[in-house]
């Protein structure tokens, strides 16, 4: 059975299809098959996948707008993993999120620790705590600044978030993977490696999939 994680903020620039294309590099190069779903109109996902070197682990994504999910979603090859990336905005589209919502084994909620993001992620989980599933929000963009860092955590803790203990960090090297087609896991000497395959493994345990 596929197990799908759900990537979502309302807002656009939090790392939500950095968080996917990461991730899918994560597991892919972890042994797992797996599989992207792009439900964004401009399609940020499929384009890093179409720039994806033949040398790297295969993976596969694919493209579905928002505007025409019209059943579950499911990959046309059967995976272990499905990663569905979604654009801001995704709640004008209410019917198609609820089916995405639906078939999510995980909902990853990525927020950077701005105000402005972090308002953001609250309006998401007081929602998406009402539909029952389990949630972690996932720090993203995170600068060396302890202070700032801990007031975020803080302001999370204090509505409910279920945060994930692994953070990522701001790093140029996130653009320069995701120009050529790979995670940071795939590029040699990358300082964000070993975080990506920490999240990998925590969200792995929380899916329940053996190592
Ligand atoms: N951890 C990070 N370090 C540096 N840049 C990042 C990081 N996460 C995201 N970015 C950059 O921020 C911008 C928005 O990220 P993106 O993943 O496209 O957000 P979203 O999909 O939520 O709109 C992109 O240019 C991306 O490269
Ligand atoms: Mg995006």
């Known amino acids: 059975m596929v197990?799908?994680?759900l990537v979502t903020n309302w807002k656009g620039g939090t790392g939500k299809t950095t968080v996917a294309t990461n991730l899918l590099a994560a597991i892919a190069n972890s042994g797992l098959t797996v599989a992207g779903l792009d439900t964004d109109a401009q399609p940020q996902l499929a384009e890093w996948w179409e720039a994806r070197p033949e040398q790297a682990p295969a993976l596969s994504v694919y493209i579905q707008p928002l505007a025409d999910l019209e059943e579950a979603p499911t990959p046309p090859e059967p995976v272990d993993v499905l990663v569905i990336d979604t654009?801001?905005?995704v709640e004008a589209y209410p019917e198609s999120y609820r089916r995405l919502i639906e078939a999510a084994d995980l909902i990853v909620v990525p927020s950077s620790g701005t105000s402005n993001d972090r308002r953001s992620t609250?309006?998401?989980?007081?929602?998406?705590?009402?539909?029952g599933k389990p949630v972690v929000v996932v720090l993203n963009r995170l600068k060396p600044r302890a202070l700032d860092n801990a007031e975020t955590k803080r302001d999370l803790a204090?509505?409910?978030?279920?945060?994930?203990?692994?953070?990522l960090p701001d790093l140029n090297e996130f653009h320069?993977?995701?120009?050529?087609?790979?995670?940071?896991?795939?590029?040699?000497?990358?300082?964000?490696?070993?975080?990506?395959?920490?999240?990998?493994?925590?969200?792995?345990?929380?899916?329940?999939?053996?190592?």
Not at 191 to 200: G, I, M, N, Q, T
Request: proline letters at 5%.
């Open 3 to 5: 197990k799908t994680i």
């Open 87 to 89: 654009p801001p905005g």
């Open 122 to 131: 609250s309006k998401v989980l007081e929602f998406l705590h009402t539909t």
């Open 158 to 167: 204090r509505i409910g978030a279920d945060l994930c203990p692994v953070e």
């Open 176 to 211: 320069r993977a995701f120009d050529i087609g790979v995670g940071v896991v795939e590029v040699d000497g990358a300082k964000a490696s070993d975080d990506v395959d920490a999240l990998w493994a925590y969200l792995r345990k929380r899916l329940g999939i053996a190592s």
